[in-house]
Every structure is written in structure tokens, then in C-alpha cells.
């Protein structure tokens, strides 16, 4: 009976050593673009996302992208100027002879944005609604000329919003 207490705990270890020799792991980057004084995010305050896909719809051109948000600052006394850091446009990348770039128009609360400042002043965005949390805006990107696009393929640029807190809000 000892010999079969012996045989069965040598099997037992060799079975867990074998389940364990088939142990799972996961790995995961994380990462963090800080600011301490300004964000740009959803209007549940996640994350924007980092890739969209703007519909093609043949015969009518690219469809819009919209998005909630709202600007969360830690003074939410100062103004805000908003811009492009470049012009908005889809590059071809993978595509047909003949593609151009395709010009993007950005909006921020239904104001045009360029590459010049935009001023939101602390009273537009910071209605105490919720601390530290701008009012909820639409944020849009749409074909700046609606219309057909005559070349098929793959497009694809960056959208880049820069936010700037004003030292002083008069």
C-alpha cells in the first residue's frame, strides 16, 4: 500500500509538472500621452481613437466622422486656443494612377479649425457642468469638397488637433 501512496504522488507531481510546463502569459504595452493641463477626449471621458475609417459612399464621396467631446483642463478659468498642427488631408497610399489628395475639413463645436488658433474662451467651454469638463461638443472630419473621388485604393493622413491653454484669460 505504500508503494502504491509512493507511485501515486510521483504521478500526481508529474502531472502538475506538465500543466504547468503549458502555462499561458500575456503581454501588454501600456502607455500614456500626458499633459497635466489639457485633454481631448470623449465626452465619457475615454480615450479618441487612435485609427477611424471614413465610409466611401460611390458616386457621393467620403462620409463624415464624428465624435463627443469635451476638453477636460485643471483651470478651467483660462481660455483655450484649438488648431490643426497641418492641414487635414487623405494621402493615396495604396492606389490607382491618377490619385490625389483628398483635403479634409476638421471641425470643433461647429467652428472651422485651421492651422491658425481658434479661441474657445473658459466661458464657452467651462459651464461647471461637470468639474473640470468643457460642455459636450461634436468633433467632425468630412471631405472638404464633397464629391466623387475618381481614383480606387487605399487613403490615409492625419488628423491632428493642438490645444493650448492660455496663460491668462481676459
Do not use: C
Not at 469635451?70 to 478651467?76: C, E, H, I, P
Not at 492625419?158 to 496663460?167: E, G, N, T
Request: cysteine-free; hydrophobic content about 50%.
Amino acid at each position: 500500500m505504500y508503494r502504491t501512496l509512493k507511485q501515486a504522488a510521483l504521478g500526481l507531481a508529474i502531472f502538475t509538472a506538465a500543466l504547468s510546463a503549458h502555462a499561458a502569459e500575456a503581454h501588454i504595452t501600456v502607455w500614456a500621452n500626458v499633459d497635466p493641463t489639457l485633454s481631448l477626449l470623449k465626452a465619457d471621458g475615454s480615450v479618441l481613437p487612435d485609427a477611424v475609417q471614413m465610409p466611401y459612399r460611390a458616386g457621393q464621396g467620403l462620409g463624415s466622422w464624428s465624435e463627443r467631446v469635451r476638453v477636460f483642463s485643471n483651470d478651467t478659468g483660462l481660455d483655450v486656443d484649438v488648431r490643426l498642427a497641418e492641414p487635414a488631408v487623405l494621402m493615396p497610399k495604396v492606389t490607382a494612377a491618377g490619385a490625389v489628395d483628398v483635403p479634409l475639413s476638421v471641425s470643433l463645436n461647429g467652428r472651422e479649425l485651421g492651422v491658425a488658433p481658434i479661441a474657445f474662451t473658459a466661458d464657452q467651454l467651462f459651464q461647471g457642468a461637470i468639474p473640470g469638463a468643457s460642455i459636450e461638443m461634436p468633433s467632425t472630419v468630412a471631405q472638404a469638397t464633397p464629391g466623387p473621388i475618381a481614383a480606387a485604393g487605399l487613403y490615409d493622413g492625419p488628423v491632428s488637433l493642438v490645444l493650448v491653454q492660455k496663460a491668462s484669460s481676459l
